[in-house]
């Protein structure tokens, strides 16, 4: 294991006239793990090339040594700034190869924490874009609100970060009188701090000069890399897995579709500020909508699958179906079609698939991510051709790139 | 089914007169306009409250850390106020997340540039024993590449352990004798991790 | 008319013909397979063709299946009509002892990474890729670890006891 391997030279290193530079693995720019080498004449990049691997943690291979319900904990580290999203997608691919149904009010739940969750991932990406153009006042403002969220999910689940929340089926237990409370006060408090934040940065000289004009990209170089989410949208496709592959009824809600037009990092910015907005209207919703239902509806947390679901545990020590199904499920004697399912997920950056084969027996023949972090990176070089150092900077903050999302 | 909820629905309001802490005066002989004490204690003092942390955020842990330094959990409060990216100008490189066999050498290198007298924390269980990752590309654990003074269990640890894992260190500091960077133990520490 | 599924298999067999099979809708993707020479022009007619128009590469990644013989490895693409709304999967597969596949690269740019993974994980050897080296591994490993044959853990480490697992010594493979 050589330490020169971070470091390369090109040929005739003497006689060229651009610097190489190392922005190496560790440094505060890169939010993460991934080193990039640029090529500088000056202060202007000529050429950048990436390298990624530095967490690469083997994801795809460990899930075929678990059974399903245990690879959940393995999909909450991978965009680890908004783990729901991550679980509940997978949740909704085991759903999909199982054959459970889930009903309405379960996936309204989900609705409102996987927004909740797109709300914390674009809190973390745009005010550490705010700190990468030295503002460090919006990052510190905004982190209270995303405490806010990490108690509710506390609430649901009990962890904060990686919440291996819910299970196939649904949720483990439904969601306490303190959840309703803490998420109530979400609702009241959060638009004005989300108005403040845009206050400190839309309008402002020198953010605007900043971001406007680094790192474009046009619709068809974008949908050609591959970009699907917030990058996409800046660049003018108005491509959202919510509502061209609605999953977990997200078609009962109207919600808009942020799009920009150049593709810079202020359209990113501005893209990702208005899917917040969304955000908060799609929670409204799914909170007015829960809490009309009435009657045994409104108790309902997870779907009638006892082949899949683990039944409660006082039933375990009274009833004997419980039991039989509670040791089906543990000790994996409980029948998983064999077949081969693709489901995405509309996640923080963008489309997050899980490409699962089952061969019938307990744990996955193959599962692949589709991990859209990975997939745009590749354009990091196209997008600084001709920047300045600070604007590759800047671009690279921008385009929300989570390292354990990008080598899984 | 539910439980009713117990606890932290009715949140404590803060009290100023809880939150007021002195640092207290090392163990010495006082007279009439003068205090004697050990030069270790004083030296050890003023180091533990004025910790320049260097924070290697690889993956999940990184973002608590984050929630940490942010107003919430506030690390600032126990003098880490100045983070630093440069390793030579930090005390202590705090590893938070999963190190790949990839990153190994980059931990090792950091180490090697900071100056001494240094101090490493593992955060979460990844930098501690390679956590949930038993796996062909991940370390299991920074201790096959850097000596580690702290180990803060967690996955991810949470902010008050984090802060934590930071007082232990800052006892470490505090309590650590002048001649320890110079002791044969020492160097023999560092002979085993090949490091000169 | 609307495009479905009906329509994109029967353009595909008045395009190939006989050389595309295994036709199958697993949940509603329509899903077949084609010679592993024929990825690349399989690709160009879905992108190229007015009314196909599959012109987004969703996924590109590979499958192990150590039992067929001279089928070892199957490369999968997922392929996504975003103006019609429509997606497809087709699978190439290939040998293990010559795995060479058509790179579709200059076709679509997001391949690139794609494929260098599909190598390091398996093996397989795009023909015509600009940059087929590691990318997630380190640069010196010397196998792939993805097929089945290789082990999860890392057998060089002393920390962990694998008999407290569950797990046994593995057979000499590594």
């Given at each position: ?370 991990r859209p972090c990975f997939i745009y990176y590749q354009a990091y070089s196209e997008l600084t051709k001709g920047a300045m150092l600070s604007d590759a900077i800047i671009v690279m903050s921008s385009l929300n790139l989570i390292a354990g999302e990008m080598d899984a | 089914m539910a439980r009713p909820v117990r606890f932290n629905i009715h949140p404590i309001q803060a009290d100023i007169k809880d939150n007021i802490s002195l640092a207290n005066m090392p163990e010495g002989y006082t007279g009439e306009g003068f205090f004697t004490t050990k030069l270790s204690d004083v030296v050890g003092l003023a180091r533990k409250n004025s910790l320049w942390p260097m924070p290697f955020a690889t993956s999940c842990c990184g973002i608590e850390f984050m929630a940490t330094m942010a107003s919430h959990y506030d690390l600032a409060r126990f003098g880490a106020e100045r983070l630093g990216f440069s390793p030579r100008q930090c005390d202590l490189l705090m590893v938070m997340g999963t190190i790949a066999k990839k990153m190994g050498p980059v931990v090792k290198q950091v180490y090697l540039q900071m100056a001494e007298p ?79 | ?174």
């Amino acid at each position: 294991m050589s330490t020169e391997q971070h470091i390369k030279l090109r040929e005739g290193s003497i006689e060229k006239t651009t610097t190489t530079l190392n922005l190496g693995p560790t440094h505060p720019a890169t939010h993460g793990v991934f080193q990039n080498i640029l090529e500088l004449d000056g202060e202007r990049i000529v050429s950048a090339e990436q390298t990624v691997g530095y967490i690469h943690r083997a994801f795809e291979k460990l899930a075929e040594r678990r059974p399903l319900y245990q690879i959940t904990t393995l999909t909450d580290r991978l965009n680890y700034c908004s783990s729901p999203i991550n679980n509940m997608g997978w949740h909704l691919t085991c759903e999909k190869l199982l054959g459970v149904k889930t009903p309405k009010r379960v996936d309204y739940l989900r609705v409102i924490i996987m927004e909740l969750s797109r709300i914390s991932d674009h809190l973390i990406c745009n005010s550490v874009v705010g700190v990468d153009s030295g503002a460090f006042t919006g990052f510190l403002y905004v982190m209270q609100y995303r405490e806010l969220i990490y108690e509710i999910y506390e609430e649901v689940c009990g962890s904060r970060l990686t919440t291996n929340m819910g299970r196939i089926g649904g949720f483990e237990r439904n969601f306490t009188a303190a959840a309703w409370e803490k998420l109530e006060k979400f609702m009241a408090e959060y638009p004005a701090v989300l108005k403040e934040f845009e206050n400190l940065f839309n309008r402002n000289r020198i953010f605007m000069e900043r971001t406007i004009g680094a790192g474009p990209i046009s619709a068809e170089r974008a949908l050609n890399y591959g970009f699907t989410g917030p990058n996409l949208r800046a660049a003018g496709v108005d491509y959202d897995v919510r509502v061209h592959t609605p999953y977990s009824s997200y078609e009962d809600f109207s919600f808009d579709i942020p799009v920009g037009s150049t593709g810079d990092c202020y359209d990113r910015f501005l893209v990702r500020n208005g899917e917040m907005w969304q955000s908060l209207r799609i929670i409204e919703q799914a909170y007015r909508k829960i809490q009309d239902m009435k009657g045994a509806e409104a108790e309902v947390y997870h779907a009638d699958a006892p082949e899949y679901y683990l039944p409660a545990k006082s039933d375990v020590y009274t009833k004997m179906e419980a039991l039989i199904w509670h040791f089906k499920i543990v000790m994996g004697e409980t029948d998983i079609p064999p077949g081969e399912v693709y489901q995405a997920v509309e996640g923080g950056n963008g489309e997050l698939g899980f490409y699962l084969i089952s061969d019938g027996g307990r744990t996955p023949y193959r599962l692949h991510f589709r991990r859209p972090c990975f997939i745009y990176y590749q354009a990091y070089s196209e997008l600084t051709k001709g920047a300045m150092l600070s604007d590759a900077i800047i671009v690279m903050s921008s385009l929300n790139l989570i390292a354990g999302e990008m080598d899984a | 089914m539910a439980r009713p909820v117990r606890f932290n629905i009715h949140p404590i309001q803060a009290d100023i007169k809880d939150n007021i802490s002195l640092a207290n005066m090392p163990e010495g002989y006082t007279g009439e306009g003068f205090f004697t004490t050990k030069l270790s204690d004083v030296v050890g003092l003023a180091r533990k409250n004025s910790l320049w942390p260097m924070p290697f955020a690889t993956s999940c842990c990184g973002i608590e850390f984050m929630a940490t330094m942010a107003s919430h959990y506030d690390l600032a409060r126990f003098g880490a106020e100045r983070l630093g990216f440069s390793p030579r100008q930090c005390d202590l490189l705090m590893v938070m997340g999963t190190i790949a066999k990839k990153m190994g050498p980059v931990v090792k290198q950091v180490y090697l540039q900071m100056a001494e007298p240094r101090w490493v924390m593992a955060v979460g269980a990844c930098a501690s024993s390679g956590g949930i990752f038993d796996t062909y590309s991940v370390l299991q654990g920074i201790d096959q590449v850097v000596p580690v003074d702290v180990y803060v269990p967690g996955c991810p640890p949470r902010p008050e352990a984090i802060l934590d894992g930071f007082m232990r260190i800052q006892d470490l500091v505090g309590q650590e004798s002048i001649r320890r960077r110079n002791s044969d133990q020492y160097k023999g520490l560092l002979q085993s991790y090949g490091i000169q | 008319m609307a495009l479905t599924n009906e329509t994109i298999k029967d353009r595909l067999i008045t395009k190939f013909g006989e050389q595309l099979s295994h036709f199958e809708e697993p949940y509603g993707l329509l899903t077949f397979e084609a010679p592993k020479d024929l990825n690349l022009k399989v690709m160009q007619f879905l992108f190229d063709d007015e009314e196909l128009r599959f012109q987004f590469l969703t996924d590109l990644t590979a499958v192990h299946y150590p039992d067929q013989k001279g089928r070892e490895l199957a490369v999968v693409y997922h392929l996504h009509n975003l103006t019609d709304n429509i997606r497809l999967r087709f699978k190439v597969f290939t040998s293990s002892e010559q795995p060479d596949v058509f790179t579709a690269t200059q076709l679509y740019s997001s391949a690139n990474w794609m494929e260098r993974e599909t190598y390091d994980f398996f093996g397989v050897n795009f023909v015509g890729h600009p940059n087929l080296k590691r990318i997630l591994n380190v640069d010196e490993m010397e196998y792939f670890p993805l097929r089945k044959e290789f082990p999860l853990e890392d057998q060089t480490r002393i920390d962990k006891d694998d008999s407290m697992f569950g797990r046994g010594p593995l057979p000499a493979t590594v």
